[in-house]
């Protein structure tokens, strides 16, 4: 399985912490956050991981230089943003018709990556992916997903006030081929995989909840929470 990692964001909202470095490698009890994700990837037996990059590319270049796995990653530059769906067109054959795994970089997380990858596998037959969720506290700024006793999607309801629920997506997917055909035909090179292609799938999305871990950390307020929540 291969996987990209979307690690483009400013994390303007954690300035003056990314002033200097890119959310992606905020330190999170001294190591960087990008390192808990290709830990938990590559123990999971993924073969390799693509990394985005935007904001201080240099500095995510030092870094995957100097890490253990650095001979199985791959970095693509965008000098312009071009949302998680355009990243994932612009970037399709990195996957080779195969199934594969795209997760938001800028949330700390850990899950059992094998036991996600055989939810997938063993997922409704209509299903053409599987989508990780978590439970919140602040359910009106998540996307919150409603599911039927299988575990499929049937509503999802993006950062609304008094929403239906608090199990939020965490914007960690297993997807199949179909998702890119999908967003290849939305024949945009900038979009947003939530907004133009996950409504087109509510009743074919298959739920795996992270029962251990799960936190953005894109505020000041959400990285102290993770900082005093969070054990390696």
């Given at each position: 399985?291969?996987?990209?990692?979307?690690?483009?964001?400013?994390?303007?909202?954690?300035?003056?912490?990314?002033?200097?470095?890119?959310?992606?490698?905020?330190?999170?009890?001294g190591r960087p956050l990008l390192a808990y994700w290709l830990d938990l990837l590559f123990?999971?037996?993924?073969?390799?991981?693509?990394?985005?990059?935007?904001?201080?590319?240099?500095?995510?270049?030092?870094?995957?230089?100097?890490?253990?796995?650095?001979?199985?990653?791959?970095?693509?530059?965008?000098?312009?943003?071009?949302?998680?769906?355009?990243?994932?067109?612009?970037?399709?054959?990195?996957?080779?018709?195969?199934?594969?795994?795209?997760?938001?970089?800028?949330?700390?997380?850990?899950?059992?990556?094998?036991?996600?990858?055989?939810?997938?596998?063993?997922?409704?037959?209509?299903?053409?992916?599987?989508?990780?969720?978590?439970?919140?506290?602040?359910?009106?700024?998540?996307?919150?997903?409603?599911?039927?006793?299988n575990g499929v999607v049937q509503a999802f309801h993006e950062k609304v006030e008094n929403p239906p629920g608090n199990l939020?997506?965490?914007?960690?997917?297993?997807?199949?081929?179909?998702?890119?055909?999908?967003?290849?035909?939305?024949?945009?090179?900038?979009?947003?995989?939530?907004?133009?292609?996950?409504?087109?799938?509510?009743?074919?999305?298959?739920?795996?909840?992270?029962?251990?871990?799960?936190?953005?950390?894109?505020?000041?307020?959400?990285?102290?929470?993770?900082?005093?929540?969070?054990?390696?």
């Amino acid at each position: 399985m291969r996987a990209l990692l979307l690690a483009g964001g400013i994390g303007s909202r954690l300035r003056p912490i990314t002033d200097t470095i890119p959310k992606c490698l905020v330190p999170i009890h001294g190591r960087p956050l990008l390192a808990y994700w290709l830990d938990l990837l590559f123990a999971g037996e993924c073969e390799r991981v693509l990394i985005n990059t935007y904001y201080l590319p240099d500095k995510v270049r030092e870094f995957v230089a100097s890490s253990p796995w650095h001979s199985r990653i791959d970095l693509v530059h965008e000098p312009e943003l071009l949302g998680t769906g355009g990243t994932i067109v612009a970037n399709g054959d990195y996957f080779a018709g195969e199934p594969f795994f795209v997760g938001h970089a800028d949330n700390l997380t850990r899950f059992d990556l094998a036991q996600f990858r055989r939810a997938h596998s063993e997922r409704p037959r209509q299903c053409a992916m599987t989508m990780m969720t978590f439970r919140t506290e602040t359910p009106e700024s998540c996307g919150i997903v409603e599911t039927d006793a299988n575990g499929v999607v049937q509503a999802f309801h993006e950062k609304v006030e008094n929403p239906p629920g608090n199990l939020a997506n965490a914007a960690v997917y297993m997807l199949e081929p179909e998702i890119l055909i999908f967003s290849n035909s939305v024949r945009k090179s900038v979009f947003d995989f939530q907004i133009e292609v996950i409504p087109n799938f509510v009743g074919r999305i298959f739920s795996f909840e992270n029962t251990d871990y799960h936190r953005d950390i894109g505020t000041p307020e959400s990285l102290g929470r993770a900082l005093v929540e969070y054990s390696a």
